[in-house]
C-alpha cells in the first residue's frame, strides 16, 4: 500500500472514534449529521520528510454549536502533538488552525480544522 494510502487510512480509522459518519474529500447528498470529511494536501518536501496538510471538515444541522464544537475538540485531541507510527510510515501530527465557516444556509454549522503532518517512509 503506498504512504498516501496508508496514511489516508490510518486517519479514517480515528476520525471514525468520534461521533458522526467520515468522508473522504465529499460526503453524499444524503449524509446524516453531524458528519466529517478530510483531505490531504502535500506542502512540502523536507529532506526525507514529506509534510502534507489535513483539512477536516465538520457539519451539522442546527442552531446551536454546541455538538459540532464537542466533536472538533474530540479531533484536536486526537491529533495534535501526536505520533502514530503505522510501518513503514511514521507521520507526527501537529494542529494549525481551527476555523467556524459561515454558511449561507444559517441552518448548518460548519468547523474546519487544519493539521500538519510530518511524513516519513521507511523502505519495507
Known amino acids: 500500500m ?3 494510502a496508508t496514511l489516508r487510512k ?10 458522526g459518519s467520515t468522508y473522504h474529500r465529499a460526503a453524499p447528498k444524503d449524509a446524516a449529521f453531524p458528519y466529517k470529511t478530510f483531505e490531504l494536501s502535500s506542502v512540502a518536501f523536507v529532506d526525507a520528510r514529506d509534510d502534507q496538510e489535513l483539512e477536516v471538515d465538520l457539519w451539522d444541522r442546527g442552531p446551536d454549536p454546541k ?3 464537542e466533536i472538533a475538540d474530540q479531533i484536536e ?3 495534535a502533538n501526536t505520533n502514530l507510527p503505522q510501518p513503514p510510515i511514521y507521520p507526527t501530527f ?4 481551527r476555523y467556524n465557516i459561515e454558511d ?3 441552518t448548518l454549522q460548519h468547523i474546519q480544522l487544519r493539521f500538519l503532518v ?5 523502505e519495507e
Do not use: A, C, G, M
Request: aromatic letters at 12%; proline letters at 6%.
Open 67 to 69: 455538538r459540532i464544537e
Open 77 to 79: 485531541r486526537l491529533f
Open 94 to 97: 501537529f494542529r494549525e488552525n
Open 2 to 4: 503506498s504512504k498516501t
Open 118 to 122: 510530518q511524513l516519513y517512509e521507511t
Open 104 to 106: 449561507p444556509d444559517k
Open 10 to 19: 490510518l486517519i479514517f480509522s480515528k476520525l471514525q472514534t468520534v461521533p
